[in-house]
């Protein structure tokens, strides 16, 4: 392991089948399963860390969308510093060892060893290597969603125990803890924005009601004299805000939608795969909006229907 | 036929109550065209809000068709308004975002009668306004708007029309032309009760009452004076 630690990752090799073994376990908590090739060359004068990545996979029972950006074969996405270094650019032609690849992307700056990375797809990094077969590590991405007081590494490992007691299992500690306290900090802060965005929301809809009531006051005393009943016109206020309701949530889901599809991969590249439609949102909000609307229109349609239409109409 | 017996009607002021209406009595014939006068403030508004079951008196009872409108639910109210009595007004109240044949076809959406678009464009080509139909109220004259309200008070063939001041804001020519389509229904069998303070609805009365700090000073029936010429 001494050595592992030095390096970074792991100079031995195992058989790529052996992720066939992890996928396959039920009732484990991990998911995203990546199996990884790395080694330290030496390319164009400078040493970098070649690694290899394979598409995710995910035991049985648990699939869940890819976490990571998937690598096709004969494309390679270079760390900052490498591309900075050797001018490389998006779209650029490589050559590793007598492999050719494509430049699918430089990556921005991570500070670390990131930046003298060059990521390919695994096979690609398997024949640079002449591994054909082998791997030396596989990277179960954290996405267990355990809350910061939980330790992923001893449930792992408990659980790991009973089925693969040879498997050596470590914690790559940093990125987890940066993950769980971002996803700690992320639901602290919904905790407490939510209900605020929510109530002045409902506020904000209830004013914009009651002024449309007071606009309408007059066309109020006209229904009314006309003979149009207090049901009436609290259904037009009610039914206003219901399409209201309904055309914000449609509006809100494929803007919103829209959005994280053009920007997010961009923004979120370690995730990029997992943005997409989520379509039962868009069931979601169909019904909440209206609800959410009618209830904060309530009290102004009730306003409009005690509005006395002998004074409305005298008054204009 | 319209019947009010000792009705009396307050408002609650700072100064305290103020009685708009005195002890009205009143017995008003089907098919009659009485004009109700009187200056700014002698109560006339609120005699043809009560009148139209919109304003509930303080005392007394008001008869309409034989029913006692304020012993009626609110909403038998509202559907006795909607299939008994149209309304015309002198602010005309006609809705801004709906065009002409919209506003009158409004009528016919709360009294349930079907084909209100095609009523309300045979009402408007009835009253010369076929070619104003899609355009809105801001779009029209003084005179275009109070006859698109006289359409609009007509679509649900009511018994009796009441006016409020139908006249004051529009010039000689329209005046006279509103008074004839008012004196049609009239005519035709209607009832209509107009409040005005000027005297150009008279010729078109059966009977003028004077109302003056919310009692009536009428004589008991004036013979029409003169008949229309519009």
């Known amino acids: ?316 | 036929m319209v019947v009010l017996e000792n009705v009396v009607k307050s408002y609650r002021g700072r100064q305290g109550d103020v009685k708009a209406l005195s002890d009205i009595n009143l017995r008003i014939e089907r098919g009659e065209f009485v004009v109700i006068c009187g200056p700014s403030g002698s109560g006339k508004t609120t005699l043809l809000m009560t009148i139209a079951a919109m304003l509930r008196p303080t005392s007394g009872s008001i008869c309409v068709e034989e029913h006692d409108i304020y012993k009626m639910s609110i909403r038998e109210r509202a559907k006795f308004r909607a299939e008994n009595i149209g309304f015309v007004f002198q602010m005309f109240h006609l809705v801004p975002y709906l065009n002409v044949v919209e506003n009158v076809a409004l009528a016919g959406g709360i009294a349930g009668r079907n084909g209100g678009a095609v009523k309300a464009k045979e009402l408007l080509r009835q009253l010369g306004l076929a070619q104003r139909a899609f355009h809105k109220p801001s779009e029209l004259s003084a005179g275009e708007k109070q006859r698109t309200a006289i359409a609009r008070a007509l679509l649900n063939r009511p018994k009796i029309i009441l006016a409020d001041e139908p006249t004051g804001n529009l010039d000689p020519d329209n005046t006279t032309s509103v008074l004839g389509y008012l004196s049609d229904f009239h005519h035709s069998g209607g009832t209509v009760i107009l409040a005005t303070h000027g005297t150009e609805a008279e010729q078109f009365a059966d009977r003028v009452i004077y109302l003056r700090n919310g009692q009536t000073d009428s004589p008991p029936r004036t013979p029409r004076t003169q008949r229309r010429n519009y």
């Open chain 1, 1 to 316: 392991m001494s050595k592992f630690w030095m390096a970074g990752f792991s100079e031995h090799t195992m058989p790529e089948k052996y992720i066939d073994i992890f996928a396959s376990q039920k009732g484990i908590s991990y998911n995203h399963l990546v199996a990884t090739l790395q080694a330290k060359i030496l390319w164009q004068g400078v040493e970098i860390i070649l690694t290899g990545l394979a598409p995710e996979r995910c035991p049985p029972g648990r699939e869940k969308p890819p976490m990571s950006f998937e690598i096709t074969q004969g494309t390679a996405y270079i760390g900052y510093e490498l591309a900075r270094r050797l001018k490389l650019k998006k779209g650029k032609t490589i050559e590793i060892r007598g492999k050719t690849l494509t430049v699918a992307d430089t990556l921005s700056e991570s500070g670390g060893v990131d930046d003298i990375r060059i990521q390919c797809h695994l096979r690609d990094v398997q024949d640079i290597l002449n591994l054909k077969g082998q791997i030396n590590e596989i990277k179960a991405i954290d996405c267990l969603c355990f809350l910061l007081t939980d330790d992923p590494l001893v449930i792992l490992r408990e659980e790991l125990a009973a089925v693969l007691p040879e498997a050596k299992m470590i914690q790559m500690k940093p990125m987890a803890i940066a993950r769980a306290e971002t996803r700690q900090l992320v639901r602290n802060v919904f905790a407490v924005i939510m209900p605020i965005v929510v109530v002045a929301c409902g506020a904000w809809i209830g004013v914009l009601a009651i002024m449309n009531v007071r606009d309408r006051q007059q066309e109020i005393g006209i229904m009314r004299a006309l003979g149009y009943g207090s049901g009436r016109i609290t259904l037009l206020f009610l039914g206003k805000a219901v399409i209201i309701g309904l055309l914000g949530a449609a509006v809100g889901f494929f803007t919103g939608t829209a959005l994280a599809l053009n920007f997010g991969p961009g923004i979120f590249k370690v995730t990029a795969k997992a943005i997409k439609p989520e379509y039962v949102w868009l069931v979601w909000s169909l019904i909440a909006a209206p609800v959410f609307t009618a209830v904060f229109s309530f009290i102004p349609a009730m306003i409009a229907v005690t509005y006395d239409p002998a004074v409305t109409l005298r008054e204009e």
